[in-house]
């Protein structure tokens, strides 16, 4: 299983949330993720390797292409984090809440 801070660290990129985000709409190839990005292939190919590390990203090889996909089971341990963290602030803000009405 990867760390909560190997999913964070892979997010914490534009280049890379970018991908996350072209991949929800499907499969694409490398070489079409990387079209929209102003870097060297190699550049680019550093960051898929970031996203895989996570397990964000799977990778397969078809004939001379390498198409990603995107493996959203990768974020619920960041979801639940980031749930027990909104349910926090959550809780807090309705005591601000509770005591602005109290004491107006």
Known sequence: ????????????????????ERLRAGE???????????MTLAAFV???????TAGLVLSTKRGRTRWCRLA???????????R???DLWTDRLDALERHLEQHP
């Open 84 to 86: 027990v963290y909104g």
């Open 46 to 52: 550093k960051h898929l390797a970031v996203l895989e």
């Open 1 to 20: 299983m990867v760390n909560l801070s190997t999913v964070f660290h892979a997010l914490s990129d534009d280049t890379r949330r970018d991908v996350v």
């Open 28 to 38: 694409a190839s490398v070489s079409d993720l990387a079209s929209a990005h102003p």
């Open 72 to 82: 959203p089971a990768a974020l619920r341990p960041a979801e639940e984090w980031m």
